[in-house]
């Protein structure tokens, strides 16, 4: 008996030291995991990993049940049986009990009614981004390149530019909000204890609810012989782990790119997206240069309108303090206001999407798979070569200013 | 709404709980601004990126961090001396 116990607290000490304590997984591991997990999402779903086409179905559902489905079109597919939205919903259960297990989950009121109209705006921007750039920063950059296809290269200009407006944005936020806060900021009485609301025991509640949740979608899967969405299920999961675990944020990776605020953690996590499109690239590639899938596989249409997306979905990302999957992460950590962009993506993006479609759908460009105009070997080289000079660029900001010793992640 | 406040001879408050990235490491930069050297501050926040950024942040600006303390569910205390 005492001896299990042992091992018990020594498991228990190993996971808070090593998983699950303050500082979390380091970005490039979080990334390296990610690409992994996209690899093996792709061979397992035949699709890429990606978070929009979930909230257009719910969307689509939102919509049916207020009768306006003329407007966005039906759903698709049954929730439950829509590969994107059981991801999402993975990705949201996977952070939820990351964040549980690490002390990390709150439930966090935005402060002031200016925080609900960045939630509200940063949504609508990323669902106009996601229509113009055909897809988030999943579908339209990181699984689009791994998907080989040019539009993820596109946006990724994009998501520079507007990443870079973000920062603008924040800087002019913070200096609106703290001329509103000069009084606050004066000498005064700050109440630091934990609030009353801050429960001790939250945590074997909330892991019993996701365990349950858990447990009832298994047995449904299992009951309905759909194994493809268990395996989507758990691998969602394992992305929402993965994101909150290394607090893989695209938003910060991007916004503070050009000397922002965290520039050593925005380096850090654009290495650690490097390393994760490198093994998501490589592991594509083998899956459709050998046969193994469809090569055509999300190649989508690629044009100038993809990195007018990109600045868009940037823009937003930064705005709202949460891109696509880091909108789910932090929802799932208890923000609250990243329920409101949650909402306003799942609102606009169905309505966004249906005008951009039928009004104005010579806005797109062909598609364009890459090893399809160079060849295979030398379509793969090309974008290792774009990588390599991503990378080193990286590389180059980080020795410019942190110089010697500044090792970042 | 940011608090900043003074909590004893050459020791202060910045209570930021609330505020996303980068929200928490912009209000430290402009508390810090506000001391003098060997000032102590202590940063309340309940983002859990920032119980990392924050104090990165205050290295890079040639500052001290004594300590980065989780003090509840998801809110961490964060010392810092101003150099």
């Known amino acids: 008996m005492s001896g299990k116990r042992g091992f018990g607290n020594f498991l228990q000490l190993y996971f808070r030291e090593n998983v699950l304590s303050d500082r979390g997984l380091p970005e490039w591991l979080g990334g390296a995991l990610i690409g992994v997990v996209n690899v093996f999402f792709l061979a397992w779903a035949l699709k890429p990993f990606t978070i929009f086409s979930g909230y257009l179905n719910w969307g689509r559902y939102l919509y049916e049940i207020l009768g306006l489905h003329n407007l966005v079109g039906k759903p698709e597919s049954f929730f439950l049986f829509n590969k994107t939205g059981v991801g999402d919903i993975g990705l949201l259960l996977g952070a939820f009990t990351a964040a549980v297990l690490s002390h990390e989950f709150r439930v966090r009121k935005p402060l002031s009614r200016g925080e609900y109209i960045d939630a509200i705006l940063g949504g609508l921007l990323m669902s106009m981004g996601t229509v113009l750039a055909v897809g988030c920063n999943w579908g339209g950059f990181f699984s689009a390149i791994t998907a080989l296809s040019l539009h993820g290269f596109l946006m990724f200009i994009g998501l520079i530019v507007g990443g870079w407006l973000g920062l603008l944005y924040v800087n002019w936020r913070t200096e609106k909000l703290l001329s509103i806060a000069e009084v606050p900021l004066a000498l005064g009485e700050a109440d630091i204890s934990p609030k009353a609301g801050a429960r001790k025991y939250s945590i074997p509640l909330g892991i019993i609810a996701s365990i349950a949740i858990l447990v009832v979608l298994t047995l ?190 | 709404m940011v608090k900043f406040a003074k909590a004893g001879e050459n020791r202060y408050i910045l209570d930021v709980r609330g505020y996303v990235c980068p929200y928490p490491v912009i209000y430290t930069r402009k508390a810090l601004a506000k001391l003098k050297s060997g000032d102590i501050l202590e940063i309340v926040t309940d983002n859990p990126p920032s119980c990392e950024n924050v104090p990165n942040s205050v290295r890079d600006e040639g500052h001290e961090v004594k300590t980065v303390e989780r003090i509840g569910e998801g809110v961490w205390r964060i010392v810092v001396v101003k150099r």
Request: aromatic share 18%; net charge positive.
């Open chain 1, 220 to 409: 449904y899967y299992v009951a309905t012989g759909a194994i493809l969405f268990l395996g989507i299920l758990f691998m969602g999961f394992a992305m929402g782990v993965l994101i909150q675990r290394s607090r893989f944020c695209f938003a910060s990776a991007f916004r503070d790119l050009p000397r922002g605020p965290e520039f050593r953690r925005s380096l850090a996590l654009q290495k650690g997206i490097v390393v994760g499109l490198f093994i998501g690239v490589t592991g594509a590639f083998i899956l459709k240069y050998k046969g193994y899938i469809d090569p055509l596989i999300y190649a989508k249409p690629a044009g100038l309108v993809n990195i007018v997306g990109g600045v868009i979905f940037g823009l937003g990302m930064v705005i709202a303090g949460g891109c696509a999957s880091g909108s789910l992460w932090k929802a799932a950590e208890g923000h609250l206001r990243l329920w409101v962009t949650l909402l306003a993506m799942v609102i606009s993006y169905p309505i966004f999407r249906a005008l951009i479609h039928s009004y104005m759908p010579w806005i797109y460009g062909p598609k364009v798979f890459i090893p399809y105009i160079f060849g295979w070997g030398p379509g793969l080289a090309v974008i290792y070569l774009f990588l390599a000079l991503y990378f080193l660029s990286l590389m180059y900001l980080e020795y410019k200013f942190y110089g010697r010793g500044g090792i970042v992640g």
